[in-house]
């Protein structure tokens, strides 16, 4: 018997139709669409035949905006309108911005910083936010339809505020995001499924603004990320400061304006990139008042520079190999991405760390947006036979709230598979306790002052109890995107309070650079600090108790043993607020041997209470 398909009058699908998704490479200098189109995917390019929009954003005076290559042509005369890189900013605070040295003028907002513009102050969520709505017009123009969604790239170390931001850009450019994708895991399901590769890989990807590394594991269609690592203050942009910087020195240019700098940066990128496949470059500049500039600049010597940055790179490659318990030469391949990876000495350094060629027959710049339409395609409902895969991305810093002594209680682990959901038990510090403030945190040292705070909230209505007896239940839920919510419930009562953590700015440039290598480097001050921390926690609970023991049950104390008691009560307290741990060890012993005998006593009392008047068969 033949079955037929039955749907609502004006309800059936064509066939083979497709829900139009589409992977975006959100990036520092340049950004891409592409799309799942006859089984592959593929770059869509724009009216001219471009595959790259330069993520750039002139605003002119009347209102008008010129985006992409019309934006470009004008940075050097136009600087402080000519948006580019925006991507640094995202998330991210004054202080932040300010360290970049671009010839924008920053101003200073709740949130995130913006900048100052002939059409007014501009947020980087609002710029991107116009970028991707180019990107999307080009996507539908190309595919001759509405889509029903993107898949964002986003660098594997954004946090949570870094990735609220790019959301809010493609919510604003009208795109329903399917989902944040790490970019190196973005890479890896490109060469993944292009190359049909099994084993570990390392995926180093060195963009305009941002470096990432992930190692992963594939295994028959799984994509396990292990581990992860990077740098969001180190891309491209800092190889064209550093020829800026040294053809400044050599020449002796002082009273640089904006324009200057500008047209400075873009001659050092041109030459940068001339030197991919030449042994010498010129670095050809015109400055204000009829300057130019004009230097010969080798390959040889361009290495020199670029070395240390480089080197930064293989450091936070070596951390990630580390994390995942992995010598280099365990990795069957090096994938590379973003177009700064082009740079021989980067390929050859990289080389030399793993002891294998690199892979780079994937475009570099076009393999993240490859590997996130193929993402795109499957969440939008388009899967078949063959793409039958799973992706296990990772967090790349701990997750954890804040306990007495200013203590950091990590619930989640870095390099943790995501999505995820873990929970934890913690109870009251005082009697009668009927609040709990909660202090949701981010890093890997054991000190909550040495982590970043990324959200406060309160949890009220708890019963009031002894101290200790409540039940807070704590839960921390990642989603796919990797952004944190945090729900807080008491278990007798039901009261809860929850947060979807939306933090006002990023991690600083030190903060993302040095998270884990201080939490390496600083392990065993830290051990001993949280055993501080910990030892005089306990000497004022102790003491708490004790004092409300003797308000209680004083009667039961002669006046010499009232006195010793007080005696020690008050040197623990005051052992409480030192520095040495062995000395507030030692009180608090003192203090629990001097009260043992008072413990039985009222031990006695109240069990003496409890059975006055009653008999013999009512207590059995």
């Given at each position: 018997?033949a079955?037929?398909?039955?749907?609502e009058?004006?309800m059936?699908?064509?066939?083979?139709q497709?829900r139009?998704?589409?992977g975006?490479?959100?990036?520092?200098?340049?950004?891409?669409?592409?799309?799942?189109?006859?089984g592959a995917a593929?770059?869509?390019?724009?009216?001219?035949?471009h595959?790259?929009l330069?993520?750039?954003?002139?605003?002119?005076?009347?209102?008008?905006?010129?985006?992409g290559?019309?934006?470009?042509?004008?940075?050097a005369?136009?600087?402080?309108?000519?948006?580019?890189?925006v991507?640094?900013?995202?998330?991210?605070?004054?202080?932040?911005?300010e360290?970049l040295?671009?010839?924008?003028?920053?101003?200073?907002a709740?949130?995130?910083?913006?900048?100052?513009?002939?059409?007014?102050?501009k947020?980087?969520?609002?710029?991107?936010a116009?970028?991707?709505?180019?990107?999307?017009?080009q996507?539908?123009?190309?595919?001759?339809?509405?889509?029903?969604?993107?898949?964002?790239?986003?660098?594997?170390?954004f946090?949570?505020?870094?990735?609220?931001?790019?959301k809010?850009?493609?919510?604003?450019?009208?795109?329903?995001?399917?989902?944040l994708?790490?970019?190196?895991?973005?890479?890896?399901?490109?060469?993944?499924l292009?190359?049909a590769?099994?084993g570990i890989?390392?995926?180093?990807?060195?963009?305009?603004?941002?470096?990432?590394?992930?190692i992963?594991?594939?295994?028959?269609?799984?994509?396990?990320?292990?581990?992860t690592?990077?740098?969001?203050a180190?891309?491209?942009?800092?190889f064209?400061?550093?020829?800026?910087a040294?053809?400044?020195?050599?020449?002796?240019l002082?009273?640089l304006?904006?324009?200057d700098?500008r047209?400075?940066?873009?001659?050092?990128?041109?030459?940068r990139e001339a030197l991919t496949?030449?042994?010498q470059a010129?670095?050809a500049?015109?400055?204000s008042?009829?300057?130019?500039?004009?230097?010969?600049l080798?390959?040889?010597?361009?290495?020199?520079?670029?070395?240390p940055?480089?080197?930064?790179?293989?450091?936070?490659?070596?951390?990630?190999l580390?994390?995942?318990?992995l010598?280099?030469?365990?990795?069957?391949?090096?994938v590379?991405v973003?177009?700064a990876?082009?740079?021989p000495?980067?390929?050859r350094?990289?080389?030399?760390?793993?002891?294998?060629?690199?892979?780079?027959n994937?475009d570099?710049d076009q393999?993240?947006?490859?590997?996130?339409?193929?993402?795109?395609?499957?969440?939008?409902?388009n899967?078949?036979?063959d793409?039958?895969?799973?992706?296990?991305?990772?967090?790349?810093?701990?997750?954890?709230l804040?306990?007495?002594?200013?203590?950091?209680?990590?619930v989640?682990?870095?390099?943790s598979t995501?999505p995820?959901?873990?929970?934890?038990e913690f109870?009251?510090f005082?009697?009668?306790?009927?609040?709990?403030a909660?202090?949701?945190?981010?890093?890997?040292?054991?000190?909550?002052?040495?982590?970043?705070?990324?959200?406060r909230?309160?949890?009220?209505?708890?019963?009031p109890?002894?101290?200790?007896?409540?039940?807070?239940?704590?839960?921390?839920?990642v989603?796919a995107?990797g952004?944190?919510?945090?729900?807080?419930?008491?278990?007798?009562s039901?009261?809860?309070?929850?947060?979807s953590?939306?933090?006002?700015?990023?991690?600083?440039?030190d903060e993302?650079?040095?998270?884990?290598?201080?939490?390496?480097?600083s392990?065993?001050?830290?051990?001993?600090?949280?055993?501080?921390?910990?030892?005089?926690?306990?000497?004022?609970?102790?003491?708490?108790?004790?004092?409300a023991a003797l308000?209680?049950?004083?009667?039961?104390?002669?006046?010499?043993?009232?006195?010793?008691?007080?005696?020690?009560?008050?040197?623990?307290?005051?052992?409480?607020?030192?520095d040495?741990s062995?000395?507030?060890?030692?009180?608090?012993?003192?203090?629990a041997?001097?009260t043992?005998?008072f413990?039985?006593?009222?031990?006695?009392?109240?069990?003496?209470?409890?059975l006055?008047?009653?008999?013999?068969?009512?207590?059995?």
């Amino acid at each position: 018997m033949a079955l037929l398909q039955i749907a609502e009058p004006g309800m059936s699908e064509a066939p083979h139709q497709r829900r139009l998704a589409v992977g975006i490479d959100l990036g520092t200098t340049n950004s891409l669409v592409a799309s799942v189109r006859s089984g592959a995917a593929e770059v869509l390019r724009d009216e001219e035949g471009h595959a790259l929009l330069p993520s750039a954003v002139r605003y002119l005076p009347g209102g008008d905006v010129r985006i992409g290559r019309k934006a470009l042509a004008a940075q050097a005369q136009d600087p402080h309108n000519t948006l580019v890189s925006v991507k640094r900013f995202m998330g991210r605070g004054l202080a932040d911005a300010e360290r970049l040295h671009v010839p924008y003028e920053f101003v200073d907002a709740p949130g995130m910083v913006r900048i100052r513009t002939v059409q007014g102050d501009k947020s980087p969520v609002e710029v991107s936010a116009q970028i991707l709505a180019t990107l999307r017009q080009q996507a539908e123009d190309a595919l001759g339809d509405d889509l029903v969604g993107a898949v964002i790239t986003v660098p594997a170390y954004f946090d949570d505020a870094q990735r609220q931001a790019t959301k809010d850009a493609a919510r604003l450019a009208g795109l329903n995001v399917l989902r944040l994708l790490n970019e190196p895991t973005a890479a890896a399901i490109a060469y993944g499924l292009d190359n049909a590769a099994e084993g570990i890989y390392a995926v180093y990807d060195l963009g305009g603004g941002t470096f990432d590394i992930s190692i992963l594991r594939l295994s028959k269609g799984v994509f396990e990320v292990i581990a992860t690592g990077g740098d969001t203050a180190l891309g491209g942009d800092d190889f064209d400061a550093a020829i800026v910087a040294w053809a400044v020195n050599d020449r002796k240019l002082s009273e640089l304006r904006p324009e200057d700098q500008r047209a400075l940066l873009v001659a050092a990128r041109q030459a940068r990139e001339a030197l991919t496949d030449a042994p010498q470059a010129e670095l050809a500049a015109t400055l204000s008042g009829g300057r130019t500039l004009a230097l010969a600049l080798t390959r040889d010597h361009f290495e020199t520079l670029a070395r240390p940055l480089v080197a930064r790179t293989l450091s936070s490659a070596r951390r990630a190999l580390r994390d995942a318990s992995l010598a280099a030469d365990e990795v069957k391949g090096v994938v590379m991405v973003g177009g700064a990876t082009r740079m021989p000495i980067v390929r050859r350094m990289v080389a030399d760390l793993f002891g294998t060629e690199p892979l780079i027959n994937l475009d570099p710049d076009q393999v993240v947006a490859l590997g996130a339409a193929m993402q795109a395609n499957l969440l939008a409902g388009n899967r078949t036979a063959d793409d039958e895969w799973l992706l296990l991305d990772v967090i790349p810093l701990s997750l954890g709230l804040e306990t007495m002594g200013g203590l950091v209680e990590r619930v989640i682990g870095r390099n943790s598979t995501i999505p995820v959901a873990r929970a934890q038990e913690f109870t009251t510090f005082k009697d009668g306790q009927t609040a709990m403030a909660i202090h949701v945190v981010q890093g890997e040292r054991e000190l909550v002052s040495d982590c970043r705070s990324l959200a406060r909230f309160e949890l009220r209505g708890i019963p009031p109890m002894v101290a200790g007896a409540a039940r807070i239940r704590v839960t921390f839920q990642v989603d796919a995107d990797g952004l944190l919510s945090v729900t807080a419930r008491e278990q007798s009562s039901g009261v809860e309070a929850s947060i979807s953590v939306k933090p006002s700015y990023g991690l600083s440039d030190d903060e993302v650079a040095a998270m884990l290598a201080d939490g390496m480097n600083s392990a065993d001050v830290d051990m001993k600090l949280r055993a501080l921390r910990e030892q005089q926690v306990e000497a004022r609970r102790l003491v708490e108790s004790v004092e409300a023991a003797l308000q209680a049950d004083a009667d039961l104390l002669d006046p010499d043993e009232l006195a010793a008691i007080r005696a020690q009560l008050a040197r623990t307290a005051d052992a409480a607020a030192s520095d040495d741990s062995e000395t507030v060890r030692t009180q608090v012993e003192a203090l629990a041997q001097a009260t043992e005998d008072f413990a039985a006593r009222r031990m006695d009392r109240s069990i003496r209470q409890a059975l006055s008047g009653r008999r013999v068969d009512e207590i059995v």
